[in-house]
């Protein structure tokens, strides 16, 4: 079974609305790590943001927050205000505990295609 | 300065040849990684280096060879390669691998054609 699934190959929003990409996670460990990446063309991968399996706030960074709901093991990226720099893949990834079959390594999802429309 | 830095940027190398990547960090991590990605797939990891030890292979052909002569750099050494080992090649490092809230950051790639 995948641990993470990211249901949404590709999407389109218009400059400057927000646009919700979707994670879904799999895990029986308690300690665990989420994370969202994001990879232009050019083909670096620059992280975005982190949610810990403990934390109860949302993570935010700028215009990124992660809606995170654990019950549902849900962890989607928000992304406020859209640029056309936005335009790239997006990768949820998540590193499980010592219990956890990834062991601390970190397990990623298909990834996203977002495309921003001017 | 979360600077993960890789050369070369691109490299063509043919099937007889032995070339190397290179990587280096300078935020004082201790766990460094090498990840294979291929157009429209998620990274797939390599090798994973703890404290300049070798502690995961994920079951790689031996025709690459991973190096890490100090704790900021690591390299990766290419010899005999196939045509389907053209790919990009990550390099991530993060503070270690005992934790499951530590971010890795990762280096631009190098992207590797082979002919």
Not at chain 1, 13 to 30: I, M, N, P, R
Not at chain 1, 41 to 52: D, V
Not at chain 1, 87 to 112: N, V
């Amino acid at each position: 079974a995948q641990k993470i699934t990211q249901t949404q190959p590709g999407m389109f929003v218009q400059e400057k609305e927000a646009v919700t990409l979707d994670c879904t996670y799999d895990t029986s460990d308690q300690s665990y790590g989420l994370f969202w990446y994001k990879q232009p063309s050019s083909g670096e991968m620059i992280f975005l943001i982190y949610q810990g399996s403990y934390d109860e706030q949302n993570a935010t960074e700028g215009r990124y927050s992660l809606n995170f709901q654990k019950a549902r093991k849900s962890a989607n990226l928000v992304i406020s205000a859209s640029q056309l720099g936005d335009s790239a893949m997006y990768f949820c990834a998540m590193r499980e505990g010592p219990s956890g079959a990834g062991s601390y390594q970190l397990t990623f999802g298909k990834g996203t295609k977002l495309s921003v429309i001017p | 300065d979360t600077e993960v830095t890789q050369t070369p940027k691109h490299l063509v190398m043919g099937m007889t040849n032995k070339k190397s990547l290179k990587c280096e960090q300078h935020m004082g991590h201790r766990a460094m990684y090498w990840y294979k990605q291929k157009a429209k797939k998620p990274p797939e990891l390599m090798f994973v280096y703890s404290y300049e030890k070798l502690s995961i292979n994920e079951s790689v052909p031996s025709r690459f060879s991973p190096e890490c002569p100090n704790s900021s750099l690591l390299n990766l050494h290419l010899h005999a390669l196939q045509p389907e080992d053209s790919a990009l090649y990550l390099c991530a490092s993060s503070q270690d691998t005992g934790n499951p809230y530590n971010e890795q950051f990762f280096g631009p790639g190098t992207r590797l054609t082979v002919l």
